[in-house]
């Protein structure tokens, strides 16, 4: 089965930037999506088709994918950033959805 | 504004058949892709299955034995069922809504998740 890999956790200072990466075999030829947990809440799309930003998500949010990682880069990272966030991506051969097992972002 | 709720018993007996249900409000089912995932205490979001065209679905493999997920289109409800549940499907579970899939869009729309304990 497809399997995703991410950083257990990654920290960054407020107004620095955050690399967040979920590594997976020729993920650049999948569409990768990302959602941000904030704990006792309901994941929330950040990121969709690799680079994608929802309505209503800040520009501080981006994403980029190619050969085998995709990576959300937060910019500016605020303090309500702080949160787990997963990778999700398509599973073409299962036609299934696999999640990456989470990045802790914390801001010091 | 697309706003999902889940329901059901918050405690289930093991080998017994968790039972959910997901009601939408501000969609139509059959305009949509619609999924379950869940979380154990702690972990991260394990994908459950999806739904889509008013009953054509499918399953994560390690599940897909266990699991049935079906629509109820005059009630706008898509249910979960997974069979002889034991403690490791203790899990809050989400539904979620998909606009197509192969994470073209991503799941753009969680509902708030309802915690189920598998305990005697």
């Known amino acids: 089965s497809y399997e995703l890999t991410q950083p257990p956790s990654v920290s960054v200072s407020p107004g620095q930037t955050a690399s967040i990466t979920c590594s997976g075999n020729?993920?650049?030829?999948?569409?990768v999506s990302w959602y941000q947990q904030k704990p006792g809440q309901s994941p929330v799309l950040v990121i969709y088709?690799?680079?994608k930003r929802p309505s209503g998500i800040p520009e501080r949010f981006s994403g980029s994918n190619s050969g085998n990682t995709a990576t959300l880069t937060i910019s500016g990272t605020q303090a309500m950033d702080e949160a787990d966030y997963y990778c999700?991506?398509?599973?073409?051969?299962?036609?299934?959805?696999?999640f990456g097992p989470g990045t802790k972002v914390t801001v010091l | 504004q697309v706003q999902l709720q889940e329901s059901g018993p918050g405690l289930v007996k093991p080998s017994e058949t968790l039972s959910l249900t997901c009601t939408v409000s501000g969609a139509s089912i059959n305009s949509y892709y619609w999924g379950w995932i869940r979380q154990p205490p702690g972990k991260g979001l394990e994908w459950i299955g999806y739904?889509?065209?008013?009953?054509?679905?499918n399953y994560n493999p390690s599940l897909t034995s266990r699991v049935t997920i079906s629509v109820d289109t005059s009630r706008n409800q898509i249910s979960l069922k997974l069979s002889s549940v034991t403690a490791a499907d203790t899990a809050v579970y989400y539904c979620a809504r998909e606009v197509s899939l192969a994470a073209t869009y991503g799941m753009d729309v969680w509902g708030r998740g309802t915690s189920v304990t598998v305990s005697s």
């Open positions: 020729k993920l650049g030829g999948k569409y």
């Open positions: 739904m889509y065209d008013s009953g054509r679905t």
């Open positions: 999700q991506a398509w599973d073409s051969t299962t036609a299934t959805y696999v």
């Open positions: 088709q690799d680079n």
